[in-house]
């Protein structure tokens, strides 16, 4: 049972640069999730999806964009990467947004130079 | 605004008792929620209370108190791999968990 499944485990970046971070999950969940994780801070959420086909602003919003067409992706793009997106990425997923239990993949690091 | 509050940093002994506070200010409450994470890995799940009290799982526990704003988490019987960080987390009034920034527990020999 592969859960979450998150692509790359790390990459580094130019600023300025395209990039796409991919979810995929075999739960299927209608819930899906994008937070990002800096030190000393908690678990900040950048977009979420309620259910396939709809997509939710987050905390923290700019830069990030997600798309959601089916159940099981929800890939993340940084459409201009910069210096401060230099950050842990973590896809999570739960049955439902009412659902408090979340199942996070392995973690995305990325750096922005 | 929202916020959750807990410990930087504890340090305990193997085989002892810790005890990690949380507490918050959010708007409204649907549950609170103790993660684990170990370095360099992904949070995972360890419970959930939504009702005052207590609840037990093997050796951990955690408790909550909704009139104070206030949780904990216990663990007993102290364990190496017990290191990491436990994240507490508040499900508010839209659904959305609002994140604390984690509790450091190092447990030395």
């Known amino acids: 049972i592969a859960g979450i499944t998150q692509a790359p485990t790390s990459q580094i970046l130019a600023a300025g640069r395209r990039m796409t971070l991919r979810c995929t999950q075999d739960?299927?969940?209608?819930?899906m999730y994008w937070y990002r994780q800096d030190l000393g801070l908690g678990l900040r959420l950048i977009h979420y999806?309620?259910?396939?086909?709809?997509?939710g602003k987050g905390e923290v919003p700019d830069g990030y964009s997600v798309s959601r067409a089916n159940t099981d992706d929800f890939p993340l793009t940084l459409a201009s990467a910069v210096p401060s997106q230099t950050s842990v990425y973590f896809c999570?997923?739960?049955?439902?947004?009412?659902?408090?239990?979340?199942?996070f993949g392995e973690g995305s690091r990325l750096t922005v130079l | 605004g929202q916020n959750i509050d807990q410990p930087t940093e504890m340090t305990a002994t193997e085989g002892a008792i810790v005890q990690i506070n949380c507490t918050y200010q959010?708007?409204?409450?649907?549950?609170l929620f103790w993660y684990q994470q170990h370095a360099g890995e992904a949070p995972t799940f360890l419970s959930y209370?939504?009702l005052d009290g207590l609840e037990e799982k093997g050796r951990f526990s955690s408790f909550l108190s909704r009139s104070k704003g206030y949780s904990y988490l216990l663990l007993k019987e102290l364990q190496m791999k017990d290191s990491a960080s436990y994240l507490c987390?508040?499900?508010?009034?839209?659904?959305?968990?609002?994140w604390g920034a984690g509790t450091k527990l190092i447990i030395k020999p």
């Open positions: 999570a997923s739960s049955p439902d947004r009412n659902t408090g239990e979340l199942f």
């Open positions: 999806s309620n259910t396939a086909g709809t997509t």
């Open positions: 739960m299927r969940h209608n819930a």
């Open positions: 959010t708007s409204g409450f649907n549950g």
């Open positions: 987390a508040v499900m508010d009034s839209n659904y959305q968990l609002i």
């Open positions: 209370n939504v």
